[in-house]
């Protein structure tokens, strides 16, 4: 897909599982590191009923009642023992506290996907620790501890952006950020002499202060995506 007027670049920045990369034509784009679903272009609620799913069918992003929490799938991985039926390895991420937990699960058992509730939600400002949303049907305002994001989305969120706010049973538990946020290019290194490669890059800082490595044509001003 052609977007007009932002640059081709290559994005890598220290996520919490590593850094990580994926090369997309047209537009080079950085996986964020919590898998988060496509913000509705509309003022919306949704409420993702409690069911009983086969232990298979987990998948990344998904939050599970497991040992009487709440855990959001983070990782998984098909595997197919030598001996055995196959089963899915589950790396889990405990809501509330932050705690992993690692667990198998075969397609003969069953698990307890959460019921949530999801809204929209524009960020208005950060005071602090604590970062102010708005309803974007009620206009009424709530306030997030900025643990509950993690540092790594707090510094992509935007003034004015449309984000999920997740709740479970009244409280609030989880927010999802757009698929991509454009960003641009505070300070961006001088291409070294020779480097003419297409696959040659160089290191550049956004305007979030995040670093990234871009090609050698990508300079300070320019706009990227990150996805």
Not at 65 to 82: D, N, S, Y
Not at 86 to 106: C, H, M, P, S, W
Request: glycine share 8%.
């Amino acid at each position: 897909q052609n977007v007009t007027g932002v640059q081709t670049c290559a994005l890598f920045f220290q996520a919490e599982d590593g850094i990580r990369d994926r090369n997309v034509t047209g537009v080079q784009t950085c996986a964020l590191p919590i898998s988060a679903p496509r913000v509705r272009t509309r003022a919306s609620k949704t409420r993702l009923q409690a069911m009983k799913i086969n232990g298979n069918a987990i998948r990344t992003g998904m939050v599970i009642e497991h040992q009487g929490g709440l855990w959001r799938a983070v990782k998984i991985q098909h595997t197919q023992p030598g001996k055995g039926g196959a089963y899915l390895q589950v790396e889990l991420r405990d809501i509330r506290t932050g705690t992993k937990l690692n667990e198998r699960f075969r397609s003969s058992e069953t698990v307890e996907r959460a019921r949530l509730d999801q809204k929209e939600f524009q960020f208005l400002f950060a005071d602090g620790e604590m970062l102010t949303f708005m309803d974007a049907e009620t206009f009424d305002q709530v306030t997030i501890d900025r643990d509950l994001l993690g540092e790594d989305k707090v510094s992509f969120l935007r003034d004015n952006m449309t984000v999920i706010i997740e709740s479970h049973e009244g409280s609030i538990i989880g927010v999802q950020l757009p698929d991509t946020v454009s960003l641009e290019v505070t300070d961006a290194d001088a291409v070294v002499k020779g480097q003419t490669a297409s696959s040659s890059y160089k290191p550049a800082t956004l305007e979030n202060g995040v670093r990234c490595m871009v090609p050698p044509h990508i300079v300070a001003g320019t706009r990227i995506v990150i996805s």
